[in-house]
């Protein structure tokens, strides 16, 4: 029987979550940019692509092949092979690439998916938003694509989200309103303070709210401090 969590490969970041990315549900982390949401999508995608898995990275942020190879060390390139990596250019292209995901997870002639990751699940939304609540619906229909098939497949999906300021609520939140926070069973947003990184737990089914680490960002990966 499998577990029903999956390393992020981070110690620190695994005991925040409870031991984990779980299965069959949407985990996101949001933050300011350069607060190391790339870094944690791959560490996980490392960690997974270790284990013998293959893995479908959805990127919209600019996919960094030096930092891919620094986390992955000497094993980047057979990590590589199994590196299903999609790059839209626009919003409409991301939920194609998100639905087309499917038939990678079906492939059964090579290593089976065993992460999805969507990093950034609002970097191309927010480009549209002045489309008003047509492009709401978009992003929802995108992430109830994603959590059919972390389900479907008994897989985690990692997302990560960028961040506005909420007047109403006085307090930085992740993008897409409630429907990206409804869907995530846990959220972890990621704050900047000068070269230390802090991870706090948002919302999650069994751990308290607002526990936390910080860390440092290091050649190959994180290190908590």
Known sequence: MKPDRVSTGSPPLDDLLGGGLERRAITQVYGEPASGKSTLCLLATVASLRSGNSV??????????????????????????????????????????????????????????????????????????????????SLSHHMVRLLGLAKKYDIPALITNQIYVDVERDRVSGLGGTALEHISKAIIRLEKRDSVRRAMLRKHRSRPEGISFDFVITQDGIRAV
């Open 56 to 137: 479908v990275y959805i990127d919209t942020e600019g996919f960094s092949v030096e930092r891919f190879m620094q986390i992955a060390g000497e094993r980047a390139g057979e990590f590589a092979d199994r590196l299903y990596l999609c790059e839209p250019l626009d919003f409409a292209q991301q939920g194609a690439m998100i639905a087309d995901a499917e038939e990678l997870l079906r492939k059964s002639d090579r290593a089976p998916v065993g992460l999805l990751v969507v990093d950034s699940a609002t970097g191309l939304y927010r480009t549209e938003l002045g489309l008003g609540r047509e492009t709401v619906r």
